[in-house]
């Protein structure tokens, strides 16, 4: 094999064995192809594509390219990826609900990207809680609570690790192929037998209509079907923010009034519909209705909080995370209403400003190095339609400090239109792929 040979044939849009694609990536892997030769095919792919059995074969050289687990268990193992989207915390309460429906759920997950957070920094707001966990404690906790939720280990689908900063820094993230595989081949390598992926939409997404949203779900479903996991995806709605919170502790508070019966809306509704489709495809239930019951049966019932409380206590969190959890929360020390300018109807929101509002008040990171602070955020957002009056709150800020609130209320007031007339209701589920 030569890597030179393989990044012309792409080149000139001729077809790339499946042999070749693997040592392709385990030269990603063991560093015996190098930065340079990594970006050409990074460029080579993105201009050129990747016919469907070729993406198959990338996806599953680069699962194959680190560890793949295997479980012997007396259940499914099944899972949910989201593509990424701003007060998306889902996972929260997925994870936990799909293992009271008796489902094993090693989920592993990442950290904010750009304006959208990470499911492992909102989690590590509860203090003493572990993403970071080998092989042998992910598959005790699994084990015993039904589900965890950690850090993909150096040893997880390594080379789409060394492909994915070559292509952060060469202008070929976008590129729907090396998306593609590089979402599979670490939900893969966990060893799934089901999954449902959530590709969203809209102003606090990544993929901005449905169209671009239509594309990549198509991508995702056909390769992780062709590959052997059953799939399914939901093109969701994110032209606001799923829950009312965006910031780490803030988005743990939102998926713990939903776990503990205190709260429904938008993300309780659209975690049934996830996870309603999670378990048909890990043959837990025989249509999405018959799921939907089962999903929202264990929230109402208290199963999936118990579960969630097994899951924070066995990833080193407090044991009594579940009944008490605001006490174990951080807090801001400035808090701050943002005062609506004028009356009128909340009629559009920029999702991704408002994210972005999170991560300068120190919510995320604008360099890799930065420190997350868990505390701050906005809560209390208000949805599109509400009606507000002049001065009446259209958020609460969470910040460290006095100048970073005051400059984040004028982020918060650019990025929600008041008008005159509600808009139209929008359909959080816009559309089903998969078979």
């Known amino acids: 094999m030569d890597a030179r040979a393989i990044i012309a044939r792409l080149r000139d849009r001729q077809r790339v064995d499946a042999d070749a694609l693997r040592w392709f990536a385990q030269g990603l892997s063991d560093r015996g192809v190098s930065d340079a030769q990594a970006g050409a095919f990074a460029m080579a792919v993105l201009l050129n594509g990747l016919d469907a059995a070729d993406r198959v074969a990338l996806t599953l050289a680069m699962r194959d390219s680190g560890d793949v687990l295997h479980w012997s268990l007396d259940r499914p193992v099944i899972d949910k990826h989201s593509t990424g989207g701003v007060g998306d915390c889902v996972s929260l309460v997925l994870a936990p609900a799909l293992a009271a429906c008796g489902a094993a759920v090693p989920m592993i997950s ?25 092989e042998a404690r992910l598959r005790t906790v699994v084990t015993e609570a039904g589900c965890a939720i950690v850090a993909a280990s150096h040893r997880i689908a390594p080379a789409d690790k060394r492909l994915y900063a070559v292509r952060d820094v060469t202008a070929t993230v976008e590129s729907l192929d090396l998306i593609t595989a590089s979402i599979l081949s670490k939900k893969l390598a966990a060893g799934l037998q089901g999954l449902v992926l959530d590709v969203k939409t809209g102003s606090g997404a990544f993929m901005k209509t449905v169209e671009e949203a239509r594309a990549l779900a198509h991508a995702l479903v056909e390769t992780a079907n062709s590959a052997g996991c059953p799939t399914s995806a939901l093109i969701t709605d994110m032209t606001q923010p799923l829950a009312p919170a965006l910031g780490n502790a803030l988005e743990v508070a939102a998926a713990m009034r939903v776990l503990t019966g205190a709260a429904r809306g938008r993300l309780f509704d659209l975690s049934v519909a996830l996870g309603a489709e999670a378990l048909v495809q890990g043959g837990l239930a025989t249509d999405a209705t018959e799921g939907a019951a089962q999903v929202a049966q264990a929230i109402d019932t208290g199963a999936a909080a118990d579960t969630m409380g097994r899951m924070v206590a066995a990833q080193g969190g407090p044991l009594a995370f579940v009944g008490e959890w605001a006490r174990f929360l951080p807090e801001a020390p400035v808090i701050r209403e943002v005062p609506a300018p004028m009356a009128g109807h909340v009629t559009a929101m920029d999702g991704e400003a408002l994210g972005l509002a999170v991560v300068a008040l120190g919510g995320g990171r604008q360099v890799e190095t930065d420190r997350v602070d868990p505390a701050v955020g906005l809560s209390d957002v208000v949805s599109l339609g509400d009606r507000v009056d002049r001065g009446q709150p259209l958020a609460r800020i969470h910040a460290a400090r006095e100048d970073a609130a005051e400059a984040s209320l004028r982020a918060v007031q650019a990025a929600i239109t008041l008008g005159h007339g509600a808009p139209g209701d929008r359909p959080l589920v816009l559309e089903r792929v998969g078979p």
């Open 110 to 134: 990442g950290r904010g990207l750009g304006h959208t957070g990470g499911t492992l920094d909102k989690l590590e707001a509860i203090p003493g809680f572990a993403t970071e966990l080998d």
